[in-house]
């Protein structure tokens, strides 16, 4: 199993980056998806999330009308558009995959998931932004 992000660097506030979240090894569109990000000194927290079909969607207040999470199946691929960046969304960015039973997995999205309902995580890339 392996979940890969990719896509973090170095923007001006205002700016836009697209994470990648690149799975192998289970069947991907049998889980929900989360972005996870954590910044220096602080806890991690939870950003996004999506159902395994991308029909529902949730989201952190603070990055709510700014990014945009979505996937494609076919190519076992979850995004992360993060548009209008600004210093405080500088951390490291984590993805993670829960499974489940189906109709679990399907309401996990309702509401933002707590970490420790993900089965398996990424290594994290880093998102920088400059003010």
């Known amino acids: 199993v392996q979940l890969v992000e990719s896509g973090g660097g170095l923007v001006q506030a205002g700016g836009s980056l697209r994470l990648s979240c690149a799975a192998s090894g289970f069947t991907f569109d049998d889980y929900s998806i989360g972005w996870f990000r954590q910044a220096p000194g602080k806890e991690r927290e939870g950003v996004s999330c999506?159902?395994?079909?991308?029909?529902?969607?949730n989201y952190a207040d603070s990055v709510k009308g700014r990014f945009t999470i979505s996937r494609d199946n076919a190519k076992n691929t979850v995004y992360l558009q993060m548009n209008s960046l600004k210093p405080e969304d500088t951390a490291v960015y984590y993805c993670a995959a829960a499974g489940g039973p189906i109709t679990t997995v399907q309401a996990m999205c309702v509401m933002l998931p707590d970490e420790s309902e993900f089965d398996y995580w990424g290594q994290g890339t880093q998102v920088t932004v400059s003010s």
């Open positions: 999506i159902t395994p079909s991308g029909g529902n969607t």
